[in-house]
């Protein structure tokens, strides 16, 4: 079954949609235009690789799922009116996959008062982790493991000089925090912390200020076309050592938009390679990109894939006529359950999800190699 992007002009929103008669509808509000677009596109692919495959099949129950995704830009504000339409208006009865640590945070009071589960936000915010939020069913590992892991990664190769960019929001802030953990780790001190403004970065004083530091490498925390434009900043400014950024790039969108620059970066994963085929969740995606024929399975299509497979199994769990209390309660049953070579549980204290972090740096070839 084929899923695709239907743009509504009349309210400014698209609607991603099954070609058949949809039964079970799940929200999505998420930047289908804006500063996150390629990535969102290629996580969406991988949605799509695997609902296509469970409602070819019948869907679940004989209910074929559907993912109404509402386009919010990557704007914060948007995202909580599309949610409210969603919710409200559409009737959905769970969100998914939401993009952006803001975005997210903005939107839980009211997934509380309505009762509404979220699967698989796209973003590693510490704070959908602990406290643990009743409604929130994280997939992805915290942003904050990531950066930990970075710092020590440099830090065995022997890089002590090590600065910090990061968006001036609520995801930035939990970057640092992360990485202010990882410095304390290995008894290191931040060369420098700079920030940039979400809406509209500027990184004219901030990449020479950079450079003139002369760090041995830098830790990127931002979103898509920011961290592109950031890492050119900083190239151009003559700075010539290492950039890790976080998994939320990690997608070819990333890679071909830095173009020449995109060689040699580094980014953190919260998924197995795509090439890794020793893991049955791997093999089950790339069949399936190989019986559609498409060019290739890639880091922001697994964490697609592997969130759609969770939210299927909530589902199944649910039971005949899933509702949203059905589905809370069957999403907070999955213990200990193999989704292909990895293990999630979820329990009435614990969302957390996966604890899977990798680092993986751009080759020559313009792919992710680990």
């Not at 948007?78 to 975005?103: A, C, W």
């Not at 399936?288 to 399975?297: P, Y």
């Amino acid at each position: 079954m084929k899923i695709f992007v239907r743009t509504l002009a009349a309210i400014g929103v698209a609607v991603l949609c099954s070609t058949g008669q949809a039964q079970i509808l799940i929200g999505q509000s998420v930047g289908l235009t804006g500063s996150a677009a390629a990535t969102v596109a290629e996580s969406m692919q991988g949605v799509a690789l695997y609902l296509d495959h469970i409602n070819a099949k019948g869907g679940v129950a004989g209910q074929k799922v559907e993912i109404v995704s509402l386009d919010d830009k990557f704007d914060p504000k948007l995202t909580l009116e599309n949610t409210r339409t969603l919710i409200e208006d559409k009737g959905v009865i769970g969100m998914f996959m939401t993009r952006g640590t803001p975005h997210t945070q903005g939107i839980m009071p009211m997934l509380e008062q309505r009762g509404v589960p979220l699967v698989g936000p796209s973003t590693g915010a510490t704070v959908l982790h602990q406290p643990v939020h009743k409604y929130v069913f994280n997939v992805r590992a915290p942003y904050q493991r990531e950066v930990e892991k970075a710092i020590t990664h440099l830090h065995t190769l022997g890089i002590k000089r090590i600065g910090v960019v990061h968006v001036d929001d609520t995801f930035g802030a939990d970057g640092l925090a992360g990485a202010q953990q990882g410095f304390k780790a290995n008894q290191l001190e931040a060369l420098f912390i700079e920030k940039f403004d979400r809406a509209k970065p500027d990184y004219s004083a901030i990449a020479p200020r950079v450079a003139q530091k002369q760090p041995q490498a830098v830790i990127f925390i931002g979103t898509g076309a920011a961290v592109v434009d950031g890492i050119k900043a900083l190239r151009a400014a003559s700075f010539k050592g290492q950039i890790v950024t976080l998994s939320n790039n990690a997608s070819e969108g990333f890679i071909k938009a830095l173009g020449e620059q995109a060689r040699g970066v580094v980014v953190t994963q919260v998924f197995p390679s795509e090439r890794w085929l020793n893991y049955a969740v791997i093999k089950e995606a790339m069949d399936l990109v190989r019986a559609k024929r498409l060019s290739a399975l890639t880091p922001a299509m697994v964490e697609g894939f592997v969130s759609a497979k969770v939210l299927v199994e909530g589902l199944k769990r649910a039971g005949p006529k899933p509702n949203r209390a059905k589905l809370h309660a069957g999403l907070e049953s999955i213990h200990n359950w193999d989704l292909g070579g990895l293990e999630l549980s979820y329990s009435p204290t614990d969302h957390s999800g996966l604890g899977f972090t990798e680092l993986a740096i751009i080759g020559e070839n313009g792919h992710f190699q680990r």
